[in-house]
Protein backbone atom coordinates (compact mmCIF):
# COMPACT_ATOMS: atom_id res chain seq x y z
CA UNK A 1 0.00 0.00 0.00
CA UNK A 2 1.40 3.32 -0.96
CA UNK A 3 1.77 5.73 1.87
CA UNK A 4 2.89 9.33 1.73
CA UNK A 5 5.81 10.76 4.25
CA UNK A 6 7.24 13.92 4.78
CA UNK A 7 11.00 13.89 5.59
CA UNK A 8 12.32 17.14 6.86
CA UNK A 9 16.45 17.77 6.44
CA UNK A 10 18.12 16.25 3.58
CA UNK A 11 21.26 15.27 5.43
CA UNK A 12 22.73 11.60 5.38
CA UNK A 13 20.41 10.27 7.11
CA UNK A 14 17.14 11.51 5.93
CA UNK A 15 18.29 11.45 2.19
CA UNK A 16 18.85 7.94 2.86
CA UNK A 17 15.76 7.50 4.34
CA UNK A 18 13.91 9.50 1.79
CA UNK A 19 15.41 6.84 -1.27
CA UNK A 20 14.03 3.98 0.81
CA UNK A 21 10.91 4.83 0.97
CA UNK A 22 11.05 5.73 -2.37
CA UNK A 23 12.15 2.65 -3.90
CA UNK A 24 9.46 0.78 -1.49
CA UNK A 25 6.87 2.66 -3.48
CA UNK A 26 5.76 4.88 -1.15
CA UNK A 27 5.26 8.81 -1.99
CA UNK A 28 8.18 11.65 -0.35
CA UNK A 29 8.26 15.00 0.23
CA UNK A 30 11.61 16.27 1.41
CA UNK A 31 12.31 20.01 2.77
CA UNK A 32 15.61 21.44 3.61
CA UNK A 33 16.46 25.12 3.91
CA UNK A 34 19.35 24.58 1.54
CA UNK A 35 19.37 25.31 -2.10
CA UNK A 36 22.72 23.36 -2.98
CA UNK A 37 21.07 20.15 -1.16
CA UNK A 38 17.79 20.18 -2.88
CA UNK A 39 19.13 20.85 -6.11
CA UNK A 40 21.38 17.56 -5.49
CA UNK A 41 18.49 15.27 -4.73
CA UNK A 42 15.34 16.75 -6.70
CA UNK A 43 15.85 14.06 -9.09
CA UNK A 44 15.84 11.23 -6.47
CA UNK A 45 12.56 11.47 -4.77
CA UNK A 46 8.87 12.61 -5.24
CA UNK A 47 9.49 16.10 -4.35
CA UNK A 48 11.72 17.98 -2.68
CA UNK A 49 11.42 21.47 -1.50
CA UNK A 50 13.58 24.45 -0.12
CA UNK A 51 11.58 25.18 2.95
CA UNK A 52 11.86 26.46 6.59
CA UNK A 53 10.62 23.79 8.93
CA UNK A 54 9.88 26.26 11.97
CA UNK A 55 7.72 28.47 10.35
CA UNK A 56 4.18 27.86 10.84
CA UNK A 57 2.74 29.02 8.05
CA UNK A 58 5.04 27.01 6.10
CA UNK A 59 4.10 23.84 7.72
CA UNK A 60 0.09 24.81 7.64
CA UNK A 61 0.71 24.64 4.06
CA UNK A 62 2.12 21.02 3.69
CA UNK A 63 -1.18 19.31 5.27
CA UNK A 64 0.82 18.03 8.06
CA UNK A 65 -2.65 15.33 8.91
CA UNK A 66 -2.37 13.77 5.23
CA UNK A 67 1.03 12.18 6.15
CA UNK A 68 1.32 9.16 7.36
CA UNK A 69 4.78 10.08 9.13
CA UNK A 70 6.69 13.07 9.88
CA UNK A 71 10.73 12.38 10.19
CA UNK A 72 12.38 14.70 11.70
CA UNK A 73 16.18 14.71 10.15
CA UNK A 74 17.65 17.97 11.62
CA UNK A 75 21.56 17.63 12.31
CA UNK A 76 21.72 17.51 16.24
CA UNK A 77 24.24 20.55 15.52
CA UNK A 78 20.71 22.56 14.76
CA UNK A 79 18.81 21.01 18.25
CA UNK A 80 16.86 23.77 18.50
CA UNK A 81 15.41 23.91 15.31
CA UNK A 82 14.87 20.16 15.87
CA UNK A 83 12.88 21.08 18.78
CA UNK A 84 10.89 23.28 17.20
CA UNK A 85 9.72 21.09 14.28
CA UNK A 86 8.52 18.82 16.53
CA UNK A 87 6.28 20.73 18.47
CA UNK A 88 4.78 22.37 15.45
CA UNK A 89 4.49 19.32 13.62
CA UNK A 90 2.90 17.61 16.50
CA UNK A 91 0.75 21.56 16.96
CA UNK A 92 -0.44 20.73 13.52
CA UNK A 93 -1.90 17.27 13.50
CA UNK A 94 1.16 14.84 12.80
CA UNK A 95 -0.53 11.21 12.94
CA UNK A 96 3.11 10.12 13.78
CA UNK A 97 6.55 12.32 14.42
CA UNK A 98 9.93 10.63 14.50
CA UNK A 99 13.06 12.52 15.23
CA UNK A 100 16.58 12.39 14.90
CA UNK A 101 18.82 12.78 17.60
CA UNK A 102 22.62 12.57 18.31
CA UNK A 103 22.44 12.26 21.80
CA UNK A 104 20.32 10.02 24.69
CA UNK A 105 19.53 14.01 26.38
CA UNK A 106 18.48 15.25 22.81
CA UNK A 107 16.10 11.99 22.87
CA UNK A 108 14.81 12.65 25.85
CA UNK A 109 13.77 16.16 24.72
CA UNK A 110 12.65 14.86 21.84
CA UNK A 111 10.13 12.94 23.39
CA UNK A 112 8.74 15.08 25.72
CA UNK A 113 8.04 17.77 23.53
CA UNK A 114 5.95 15.50 21.29
CA UNK A 115 8.14 12.98 18.99
CA UNK A 116 6.47 9.45 19.28
CA UNK A 117 9.62 7.51 17.97
CA UNK A 118 13.42 9.16 18.81
CA UNK A 119 16.39 7.03 16.35
CA UNK A 120 19.96 7.92 16.93
CA UNK A 121 21.10 7.19 13.75
CA UNK A 122 24.15 6.21 11.36
CA UNK A 123 23.53 6.13 7.50
CA UNK A 124 22.47 2.25 7.20
CA UNK A 125 19.69 3.46 10.11
CA UNK A 126 17.73 5.42 7.81
CA UNK A 127 17.28 2.12 5.35
CA UNK A 128 16.32 0.28 7.87
CA UNK A 129 13.75 2.93 9.38
CA UNK A 130 12.41 3.27 5.52
CA UNK A 131 11.94 -0.45 6.09
CA UNK A 132 9.73 -0.40 9.00
CA UNK A 133 7.87 2.28 7.98
CA UNK A 134 6.71 0.58 4.50
CA UNK A 135 5.61 -2.40 6.39
CA UNK A 136 2.20 -2.51 7.47
CA UNK A 137 2.37 -4.66 10.63
CA UNK A 138 5.69 -3.87 12.27
CA UNK A 139 4.73 -1.21 15.09
CA UNK A 140 7.93 -0.73 17.18
CA UNK A 141 11.62 -2.20 16.81
CA UNK A 142 14.58 -1.48 19.42
CA UNK A 143 18.14 -2.45 18.25
CA UNK A 144 20.41 -3.94 20.99
CA UNK A 145 23.16 -4.49 19.25
CA UNK A 146 24.69 -4.10 15.16
CA UNK A 147 23.25 -7.89 14.41
CA UNK A 148 20.10 -8.02 17.45
CA UNK A 149 16.74 -6.55 16.94
CA UNK A 150 13.21 -6.74 18.80
CA UNK A 151 10.54 -6.15 17.01
CA UNK A 152 6.61 -5.33 17.86
CA UNK A 153 4.37 -6.43 15.32
CA UNK A 154 0.62 -7.32 14.22
CA UNK A 155 -0.26 -10.81 14.20
CA UNK A 156 0.97 -11.10 9.80
CA UNK A 157 -2.56 -12.54 8.61
CA UNK A 158 -0.73 -15.58 7.71
CA UNK A 159 0.12 -16.74 11.58
CA UNK A 160 -3.46 -16.24 12.67
CA UNK A 161 -5.12 -19.82 14.04
CA UNK A 162 -1.64 -21.32 14.06
CA UNK A 163 0.55 -22.25 17.52
CA UNK A 164 4.38 -22.31 17.73
CA UNK A 165 4.35 -26.05 16.96
CA UNK A 166 3.46 -25.55 13.90
CA UNK A 167 4.37 -21.90 12.96
CA UNK A 168 8.46 -23.31 13.89
CA UNK A 169 9.86 -19.96 13.65
CA UNK A 170 12.76 -20.63 15.78
CA UNK A 171 13.72 -23.49 13.25
CA UNK A 172 12.62 -21.71 9.65
CA UNK A 173 13.99 -18.32 10.67
CA UNK A 174 15.67 -18.41 13.94
CA UNK A 175 13.68 -15.53 15.78
CA UNK A 176 12.23 -16.16 18.94
CA UNK A 177 8.75 -15.11 20.15
CA UNK A 178 9.06 -13.57 23.46
CA UNK A 179 5.73 -12.22 24.35
CA UNK A 180 2.16 -11.90 23.05
CA UNK A 181 -0.25 -9.12 24.14
CA UNK A 182 -4.16 -9.69 23.25
CA UNK A 183 -6.89 -7.61 22.46
CA UNK A 184 -7.55 -6.95 26.04
CA UNK A 185 -4.38 -5.77 26.70
CA UNK A 186 -3.43 -9.70 28.43
CA UNK A 187 0.08 -9.95 28.35
CA UNK A 188 1.50 -13.81 27.90
CA UNK A 189 5.59 -13.95 28.21
CA UNK A 190 6.36 -16.44 26.69
CA UNK A 191 3.32 -17.80 24.89
CA UNK A 192 2.67 -21.62 25.47
CA UNK A 193 3.80 -23.67 22.55
CA UNK A 194 -0.49 -24.51 21.57
CA UNK A 195 -0.75 -20.99 21.93
CA UNK A 196 -3.27 -20.35 18.77
CA UNK A 197 -2.30 -16.89 17.66
CA UNK A 198 -5.42 -14.27 16.81
CA UNK A 199 -5.20 -11.59 14.14
CA UNK A 200 -5.62 -8.80 16.96
CA UNK A 201 -2.61 -10.34 18.58
CA UNK A 202 0.46 -8.03 19.49
CA UNK A 203 3.66 -10.18 19.20
CA UNK A 204 7.36 -9.31 20.38
CA UNK A 205 10.09 -11.23 18.76
CA UNK A 206 13.91 -11.33 18.85
CA UNK A 207 16.55 -12.61 16.34
CA UNK A 208 19.26 -11.62 14.29
CA UNK A 209 18.84 -8.61 11.84
CA UNK A 210 19.62 -11.05 9.00
CA UNK A 211 17.37 -13.71 9.89
CA UNK A 212 14.38 -11.57 10.97
CA UNK A 213 14.72 -9.63 7.45
CA UNK A 214 14.12 -13.15 5.49
CA UNK A 215 11.05 -13.62 8.01
CA UNK A 216 10.22 -10.33 6.56
CA UNK A 217 10.19 -11.65 2.86
CA UNK A 218 8.62 -14.50 3.63
CA UNK A 219 5.44 -15.83 3.25
CA UNK A 220 4.12 -13.63 6.24
CA UNK A 221 4.57 -10.34 4.18
CA UNK A 222 3.21 -11.44 1.02
Do not use: W
Given at each position: MKR???VIGLGRFGISLARTLTKEGH??????SSETVIQKFSFEIDNVMK????DSEVLDSLGIPEFE????CIGEKYI???ILAT???KEKGAKKIIAKAGTKVQGKVLSKVGADMVVFPEKDMGERVGKILSSNNVIDYIELSSNITILELKTP???AGKDLIELNLRRKYGVTIISVKDSEGNVKTPPAVNYKFKQ??????????KLLIKLHLMEFYK
Amino acid sequence: MKRSFLVIGLGRFGISLARTLTKEGHSVLGIDSSETVIQKFSFEIDNVMKLDATDSEVLDSLGIPEFEAVIICIGEKYIQNSILATLLAKEKGAKKIIAKAGTKVQGKVLSKVGADMVVFPEKDMGERVGKILSSNNVIDYIELSSNITILELKTPELMAGKDLIELNLRRKYGVTIISVKDSEGNVKTPPAVNYKFKQEDILTLIGENKLLIKLHLMEFYK
